[in-house]
């Protein structure tokens, strides 16, 4: 690579000088005066600028330069402002959950879901199961939790979502696993958790 760099450059530096010898009012004409008029004007441009003023705004555009690289990396830093605001947009969304079951069944339905997976993973945490193996046994009917836990946790899997959604259900006094208050599963979570404290 650095052979190949070295040959590239010696051949150019030998057609340069060939183009200097044949051509070379050309080669003045076209690229060396031009450059040396540029290199000239630069110089009349940088002598009429008051020193002061040219050293005064290099300074201000550094300090500037400076100022907006520091401040992107602060907010670089701040980790803890992100998972705060990830806890905040959780709480976020918990909050339009729990409005929204109001709104019908689906709603209902979607809540359930959503605690079920909170009660599955705690169920699994204290029984240091995994979530597949605590979600076989409340098939299998096989796990020691409350009647109406394990209905709300069938209920939220879709077991009784068709019933509830054709309307047979819907104008019935009869309550249904997905009636069952989000407050009794934070509680069921809450007292099951404690157990082992």
């Known amino acids: 690579m650095k052979n190949r760099l070295l040959i590239s450059f010696g051949?150019?530096?030998?057609?340069?000088?060939?183009?200097?010898n044949v051509w070379g009012d050309l080669v003045r004409e076209l690229i060396l005066l031009p450059i040396s008029y540029?290199?000239?004007i630069g110089g009349l441009l940088y002598r009429s600028f008051d020193q002061r003023a040219l050293w005064t705004s290099l300074i201000i555009i550094?300090?500037?330069?400076?100022?907006?690289?520091?401040?992107?990396?602060?907010?670089?830093?701040?980790?803890?402002?992100?998972n705060l605001d990830l806890f905040l947009n959780r709480i976020e969304i918990w909050s339009k959950r729990l409005k929204d079951v109001h709104r019908g069944t689906y709603m209902q339905w979607r809540l359930a879901q959503h605690l079920s997976g909170l009660v599955l993973d705690s169920l699994a945490y204290r029984a240091g199961l995994t979530r597949e193996q605590i979600d076989?046994?409340?098939?299998?009917?096989?796990?020691?939790?409350?009647?109406?836990?394990?209905?709300?946790?069938?209920?939220?899997?879709?077991?009784?979502?068709?019933d509830s959604m054709s309307g047979r259900k819907f104008f019935s006094s009869?309550?249904?696993?997905?009636?069952?208050?989000?407050?009794?599963?934070?509680?069921f979570i809450e007292n099951y958790l404690a157990v082992g404290e």
Do not use: C, H
């Not at 400076?66 to 992107?72: F, P």
């Not at 098939?139 to 879709?158: F, V």
């Not at 009869?174 to 509680?187: H, K, N, S």
């Open 62 to 82: 550094i300090m500037l330069i400076s100022w907006a690289s520091l401040k992107l990396k602060r907010s670089a830093d701040k980790p803890e402002n992100e």
């Open 11 to 20: 051949i150019s530096f030998v057609l340069a000088l060939l183009m200097i």
């Open 136 to 162: 076989q046994k409340i098939l299998s009917g096989t796990l020691n939790i409350p009647d109406d836990i394990q209905a709300y946790l069938l209920a939220a899997r879709g077991f009784e979502v068709a």
């Open 38 to 40: 540029l290199i000239w």
């Open 174 to 187: 009869v309550p249904r696993p997905l009636d069952l208050p989000p407050e009794r599963i934070a509680e």
